[in-house]
């Protein structure tokens, strides 16, 4: 007998399953490589089940949350360092925005959180090279040794001239 829930209870127990997320355009990508449409009737996608897909999936995931990690550093900086220039610049000048131990633990927080994220991205580039499958390892042999060739030909072809 199925049972039929309702579009807030599926999505619940859909991202409940699949653990943290971060919104990637029209879709939320989950840390465990599930995927879904962030249309509430949208479709719902389980983790692939190839190593090598599953594997890429999550290194975009991790790419994801670096790149908010930085930003969300840069900006921190950037509101500090464009605040208290401004002040500098009037007649007036107005309160710092922050006493320096507050800032600098502020974004020493923020460094550690990017820290962490492009250590887990780094990671994932690992697990992403050893899920390849061989036909993409042979033709990226391939393809190095053509570009070595392609290479040594315009060094010899260098010297010769009319």
């Excluded at 993409?136 to 042999?141: D, G, I, P, S, V």
Aim: net charge negative.
């Amino acid at each position: 007998m199925m049972e039929f829930t309702g579009v807030k209870e599926r999505l619940a127990e859909f991202d409940a399953r699949h653990g943290a997320s971060l919104r990637d355009g029209g879709r939320i990508l989950f840390e465990d490589g599930a995927l879904r449409e962030l249309d509430p009737l949208g479709a719902l996608w389980e983790p692939p089940s190839e190593p090598w897909d599953l594997a890429r999936r999550i290194l975009h995931y991790r790419k994801l949350v670096l790149d908010r990690a930085v930003e969300a550093f840069e900006e921190r900086r950037q509101f500090y360092v464009k605040v208290a220039t401004n002040n500098l610049n009037q007649k007036a000048c107005g309160p710092a925005p922050a006493d320096p131990e507050t800032a600098s633990a502020e974004l020493k927080e923020l460094r550690h959180v990017v820290r962490r994220a492009k250590r887990a991205y780094d990671a994932q580039l690992v697990a992403v090279d050893a899920a390849k499958p061989p036909r993409f390892r042979e033709l990226e042999a391939e393809s190095a040794a053509n570009r070595e060739a392609n290479q040594a030909l315009l060094s010899g072809l260098a010297g010769i001239e009319v």
